[in-house]
C-alpha cells in the first residue's frame, strides 16, 4: 500500500482495528501509554476545557484527557475509519465515559466550528494524512486564541544515522514479523513507507509556525525514535 491514499488509510486502519490495541502493547513494550501520558504532562489539560482528538484511532488518548477535563469539559474524538470509532464507543459505553462525543470525520476537513478548542492531540496520525500542513492548518483553524495543541509520532530519523538504522531493525526484525503472526504484514510494512515521506521535527515546526501557529517545538522521546511537536495559539 503507498501512504497518502486516503481510502487505502481508512481500509488499512478499519482491518487493523480489532488487534490494534493488543499490537500495540507489544510493540511498543507498553511505551506508547507512557509516550501518551508525557505529551499529555506537557500540555496540561484541565477541568471544563473542551479537547480534540484527532485521528483519535481506538480512543487511548481521548480516554485519558476525559479524566483531565472533567468536571464540564468534553473531548471529541475524530477518526476517518469506522472501526476503531466503533470500538471506542463500546469502550467508552462500558467505562461510563459520557464527556467524549465520537466523530467520524477527516482530519483535513472536520467541518467543526473554527476557535472552538482549548487544545487538540494527534497521536500516530499525522504521517497518515494526504497533506501534513493540510493538518496543522485545521488544527489551527479549530483553536481558541491561547490554546495548545501536541503532534505526537514515529520520528524520521536523518538517513544513515544510528537512530535510522535502529528504526529500520526495529521496524523490520520486530514490528513486522510480529504483526505478520496473527496476518497483518502489508499493514504493519506501511509504517516504514509512511515515514520516508514524513517531515522531521525541525520541519513540522516551520510548516506549524506557516500556518499561523505562535510557537511549535519539538521535543525527542525514546531516544529519538519517537517526537512530539508541542504547538500553542
Ligand atoms: C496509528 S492510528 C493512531 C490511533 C491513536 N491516535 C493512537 O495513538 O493509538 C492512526 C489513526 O489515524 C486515523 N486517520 C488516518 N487518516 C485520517 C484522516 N485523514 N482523518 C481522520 N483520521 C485519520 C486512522 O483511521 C487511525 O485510526
Redesign the pocket.
Known amino acids: 500500500m503507498k501512504p497518502g491514499d486516503?481510502k487505502a488509510?481508512?481500509k488499512l486502519?478499519d482491518s487493523v482495528a480489532p488487534s490494534y490495541d493488543l499490537l500495540?502493547d507489544l510493540l511498543s513494550f507498553g511505551l506508547?501509554r507512557v509516550w501518551?501520558k508525557q505529551l499529555l504532562l506537557w500540555l496540561a489539560p484541565t477541568a471544563g476545557e473542551q479537547w480534540l482528538?484527532?485521528?483519535?484511532?481506538?480512543g487511548?488518548?481521548a480516554f485519558a484527557l476525559a479524566r483531565k477535563i472533567r468536571p464540564g469539559g468534553r473531548v471529541y474524538g475524530?477518526?476517518?475509519?469506522q472501526q476503531?470509532l466503533d470500538l471506542a464507543r463500546k469502550r467508552g459505553i462500558e467505562e461510563s465515559c459520557p464527556d467524549i462525543y465520537w466523530l467520524k470525520?477527516?482530519?483535513?476537513n472536520t467541518g467543526l466550528p473554527p476557535c472552538a478548542f482549548d487544545g487538540a492531540v494527534m497521536?500516530?496520525?499525522l504521517r497518515?494524512?494526504t497533506d501534513p500542513l493540510a493538518g496543522f492548518k485545521e488544527i489551527h483553524r479549530l483553536l481558541k486564541p491561547g490554546s495548545r495543541a501536541g503532534v505526537l509520532d514515529f520520528s524520521h530519523c536523518p538517513e544513515g544515522s544510528k537512530r535510522a538504522l535502529f528504526q529500520r531493525f526495529y521496524l523490520r526484525k520486530i514490528v513486522v514479523p510480529i504483526a505478520a503472526t496473527i496476518g497483518y504484514r502489508e499493514q504493519y510494512e506501511y509504517l516504514e513507507k509512511s515515514l520516508r515521506n514524513f517531515p522531521i521535527g525541525s520541519v513540522q515546526e516551520e510548516l506549524a509556525l506557516e500556518v499561523g501557529f505562535r510557537t511549535a517545538a519539538y521535543r525527542s522521546l525514546a531516544a529519538g525514535q519517537m517526537g512530539a511537536l508541542i504547538l500553542n495559539t
Open positions: 486516503p488509510v481508512q486502519f500495540n506508547h501518551k482528538d484527532l485521528c483519535c484511532g481506538t487511548d488518548l475524530v477518526d476517518s475509519a476503531p470525520k477527516d482530519a483535513l497521536a500516530y496520525g497518515n494524512l
